[in-house]
């Protein structure tokens, strides 16, 4: 299947993502797009409502596009703890020409599926809660813009509405 990533303000990015009710084939398939499409984009991180599909799926790869030696997939993911809050500069596959420092939490504690079907407990600090964080937003229906002050944010979406009406012409 051709998937490509999605650009704000396309709907899927708003919308609260399902559940996954079984890990199939095609929960696999999907994954594996996901994985290549986040190496491809150069990015450590991605959702699956970002390919098109409402589904509670991320994968996260903090060794980057150029290793590719830590990629993590989680099914159903949820926060169950977090502590400490940073301040980082966050940028998005499907956020277009747009970085900005996001307040988050430190450390988290995910609880998510693997791709057989086992539970997983995951703890972890800075980037990877950070990038965590990011992705489930994601699957809620959040943007990472979404966290800006309304001020920075009607001026990106005049900037966004722009490319939009010049993508036309």
């Known amino acids: 299947m051709s ?14 993502a399902r559940p996954v009710e079984k890990i199939d084939d095609y929960i696999i398939d999907l994954s594996r797009d996901m994985a290549r499409l986040m190496y491809e ?10 390919v098109g599909e409402s589904l509670r799926v991320v994968t996260v790869d903090l060794s980057g596009p150029d290793k590719q030696e830590e990629l993590f997939t989680y099914v159903n993911p949820e926060i169950i703890a977090s502590q400490d809050e940073t301040t980082t500069e966050e940028g998005c596959l499907s956020v277009a020409g747009y970085q900005t420092k996001v307040c988050r939490a430190r450390k988290v504690k ?6 057989h079907g086992e539970e997983v407990i995951h703890e972890g600090e800075d980037l990877w809660a950070i990038c965590l964080q990011h992705e489930i937003d994601h699957l809620n229906g959040i943007l990472f ?4 002050s309304r001020l920075k944010r009607t001026m990106y979406d005049k900037k966004v509405k722009k490319w939009l009406e010049n993508k036309k012409e």
């Open 3 to 16: 998937r490509k990533i999605h650009i704000y303000p396309d709907k899927i990015l708003t919308q609260k």
């Open 41 to 50: 984009h150069r990015g450590i991180g991605l959702a699956a409502p970002q």
């Open 145 to 148: 813009i979404d966290h800006i």
């Open 110 to 115: 995910v609880k998510a599926l693997n791709l």
